[in-house]
């Protein structure tokens, strides 16, 4: 979970993975094999799921929505009804 939530990315291309690693800073796991290639992602979901969450943490919905989207990776903030309506 986010500072307030939750966001959704969908990083699911390689050129939007690589994106998406540069929005969050490169990390120093960004480069590991285990997290090459869509395949690689999706046999290691736990582990790379965890260190998502570690960064994301201590972000916003809205700011990883926003940098993941100037990024050109598909995301999206979740909201409740009273911040949608607001």
Known sequence: MLQDGYAAISPRENHQWASW??????????EDARFETKADRVANWDALHA?????????????IADGAQAAHVPSFPLRDLTEQLR
């Open 21 to 30: 690693l540069e929005v969050m800073a490169l990390p120093n796991w960004s």
């Open 51 to 63: 260190l998502m969450s570690d960064w994301s943490r201590v972000q916003t919905k809205q700011n």
